[in-house]
């Protein structure tokens, strides 16, 4: 079973903090993404990466950025988190058969900032 | 400017009932379309997918009709049942995205018992 795990449920920070989000999955895929969801705006591509230590601008990069030193793990990073930035964060990893491979998607982490 | 558009945004059918989303695209090279389902306080997780080299898949209860012509590709929910509440993404990729899926805006599903 491929599993997408996320470090926290629930984060809540300050204004202007440094916020790490991080993601491992578990089945040795290629494809790692990090989207953000808000109520009527649908799953928003963040940043991927396709391999280590690459990484490609999704549609909503700006205040963000990402690491990916080994295969297993994403991170997510907002560099001073703002108001703003309050949402739900979902990771997800796809496999080498894409674009047909199955993306799965970990629990998420909503993050309040105040 | 979106790459996959979804309707409707919200949706609400009695038990029994069919439900039906549908969505449409632009960019002829997407070549893989899967529909997620995702439930309250969980990630979503792949439902039905389908290949544009078929106008039809049937899961179940699930049915992906998909026209190519008109660019366009709905979800068919048969004899819904309220344990089908929940957000529903369309999506679409092609090889040269990087692995990348555009997904639409979601539907959120209510069925009342």
């Known amino acids: 079973d491929v599993k997408v795990t996320q470090s926290s449920r629930y984060l809540v920070k300050r204004t202007g903090e440094k916020v790490f989000l991080e993601c491992v999955q578990d089945m040795d895929h290629e494809n790692m993404f990090w989207y953000r969801q808000d109520p009527g705006l649908g799953l928003r591509l963040i940043y991927f990466s396709y391999d280590v230590k690459m990484k490609e601008k999704g549609d909503i990069p700006e205040g963000y950025s990402v690491s990916r030193e080994k295969k297993e793990r994403f991170s997510l990073i907002l560099e001073s988190a703002s108001t703003n930035q309050t949402s739900m964060y979902l990771c997800?990893?796809?496999?080498?058969?894409?674009?047909?491979?199955?993306?799965?998607f970990g629990q998420g982490t909503r993050l309040t900032v105040v | 400017q979106q790459q996959v558009k979804q309707s409707p945004q919200s949706l609400i059918v009695q038990k029994g009932g069919i439900s039906i989303i549908n969505c449409a695209y632009e960019n002829t090279a997407f070549d893989y379309f899967p529909w997620y389902q995702q439930f309250p306080g969980k990630g979503p997780a792949l439902l039905i997918a389908?290949?544009?080299?078929?106008s039809e898949k049937k899961e179940g209860r699930f049915t992906i009709s998909f026209n190519k012509s008109a660019k366009q590709f709905s979800l068919h929910i048969m004899d819904s049942q309220p344990g089908d509440s929940a957000t529903y993404f369309c999506?679409?990729?092609?090889?040269?995205?990087?692995?990348?899926?555009?997904f639409g805006r979601g539907t959120q599903l209510t069925v009342w018992p």
């Open positions: 997800a990893s796809r496999g080498p058969r894409a674009p047909v491979a199955e993306a799965f």
């Open positions: 999506a679409a990729s092609t090889w040269s995205t990087l692995g990348r899926l555009y």
């Open positions: 389908i290949r544009p080299d078929v």
